[in-house]
Nanobody, 116 residues
Framework: QVQLVESGGGLVQPGGSLGLSCAASGSISSINVMGWYRQAPQKQRELVAQIFSGGSTNYADSVKGRFTISRDNAKNMVYLQMNSLKPEDTAVYYC??????????WGQGTQVTVSS
């Protein structure tokens, strides 16, 4: 079992920046991929960014060049730095990990609102 706790959401103006953090606990050694998803009202949950155990990353086209994902394996943390935020980035952001045996785990979500 893996437990995930996100932090860092909030309200930010368009063009602003916000950082999200996610702390993983439990069966840490089983984690392969760490990532962030988001779900806006009345929309499907979508991948924002993911980072693999070897360090390679993958981003949604809509956030490339604006968001940066990173992980600290020593601290069992994954981060998402979000710059140049747009109103369309407003969503609940979920931390997610996938274990080596392809089992997914989710955090409880944190709200990010981009509005003036």
């Amino acid at each position: 079992q893996v437990q995930l706790v996100e932090s860092g959401g909030g309200l930010v103006q368009p063009g602003g920046s916000l950082g999200l953090s996610c702390a993983a606990s439990g069966s840490i050694s089983s984690i392969n991929v760490m990532g962030w998803y988001r779900q806006a009202p009345q929309k499907q949950r979508e991948l924002v960014a993911q980072i693999f155990s070897g360090g390679s990353t993958n981003y949604a086209d809509s956030v490339k060049g604006r968001f940066t994902i990173s992980r600290d394996n020593a601290k069992n943390m994954v981060y998402l730095q979000m710059n140049s935020l747009k109103p369309e980035d407003t969503a609940v952001y979920y931390c997610s990990v996938v274990t080596w045996n392809l089992r997914p785990y989710w955090g409880q979500g944190t709200q990010v609102t981009v509005s003036s």
